[in-house]
């Protein structure tokens, strides 16, 4: 078989408009402040019930770090039940917000072969201002109650993730050992938080417009003494900004100055600010270019005027093995890159050659209804129909089974073929010719 070539808008505007104060300043905003907090636990504490769509299930995870229940939303790729293959994760605060879009524009962007499939976990919220913020800012109100009384749990949470979270979901699911943690405003200043406080336990990063100007910029002094000690950092972080004039846009710009003044071996990172953006709009944006930052160089060359996959199969296991390299861990050519590989030999007329990368494709993955299908296809092509059914048969048995999306048509090649060769068995022969 041939490879085919959410949240209400009120919400963000409410946020939009609270974060663009300086959040270390004057006493005459810090109202505004709280007000942020809690209208941001509010916005995304909207049902998660739905969040997502179709495809997501919902934990619950008994945190004896938080001291309470977390629900976890996890979308899983396009046919994880019916394959055994392993993938990235990443992880998602306001996951009850970004997980429906999140999870789209990574399956868009795996599609075109931009990055790998990956599982989404979206971590739900119960108190952001707690969870997201690093520190609790010594401030105090007109009566002299602290303004932010349970602020400071970042790193609470991010144990939480560490030690309660990432194992749950690695007993639970198949995963590669790489993970990203993507976060918008109070979660794209925990984002930063977290790379800074624990490198190790993620390889990669998006900060969404993060409020760096939190408790006096904070964060962007951490990061200064951060990397002026640091000799290696194994990971990439993309992070974003929109129109966003005031303590926001100012330590977005401090913190690229840390980043641009000091070089760190293995560390990439890129920071764009779109004006035609604002702090809610942002986010859809910055994921699909964090996301591309990301996985820079996945896609495999192409010939740009045939419009082909370049370098054939031996060029697909140098690509593949020059990233197993660069992610660090192994990744093998996808089974749809080899079968893309094997039409084109196909097409180009070199049967042969297309039948040998067929049989690759069968041999690494032997559970999968597709690479029968298309070895199959292959032997019929080149006249060898006798050795094209049992593909068939394999692929119809294998995609009944997995309830792959295309059983029936796999069903149809075995029925249609099996046809063929008794319509073939029953012509009878041409009389040979006798010699004058």
Known sequence: MRIPSDVPSGSFRARFHLTQTQLGGALSVLGAIVLLVLVSSSAFAQGYGNAGGAGVTKLTVKSSVLGEDRVILVRTPAGYESN?????????TDGDAHIGHTASTIEFLARNGRMSETIVVGITNTDRGRDLTPTKPDTKGATGAPQFPTAGGADNFLKFIETELIPNIEKRYRVRPYRTLAGHSLGGLFVVH???????VFQSYVAVSPSLQWDNQVTVKRAEDFFKTRKELNATLFVSLGDEPGGIEDGF??????????QVKGFEWDAQQW???????????????GLRKIYDGWQMPRDREMGTVAGGLKGADEHYRKLSEKFRYEIPVP???????????????????????FKRNVERYPDSANVYDSLAEAYETTGKLELAIPMYEKASTLGQKNNDANAALFTANFTRASEKLKQAAAKPAEPVKKSQ
Do not use: C
Not at 253 to 262: E, M, S
Not at 335 to 357: C, D, F, H, P, R
């Open 84 to 92: 055994n293959q392993s993938y990235p994760v990443l992880y998602l």
């Open 194 to 200: 977290a790379m800074l406080a624990r490198p190790e």
């Open 253 to 262: 710009h401090q913190f690229k100055q840390v980043l641009a003044k000091n």
């Open 275 to 289: 004006s035609d953006e604002d702090h809610g709009s942002v986010v859809l944006r910055s994921h699909y270019f």
């Open 335 to 357: 089974e749809a890159m080899v079968n893309i590989l094997g039409y084109q030999s196909l097409q180009a007329g070199k049967s042969e050659e297309a039948i040998a990368i």
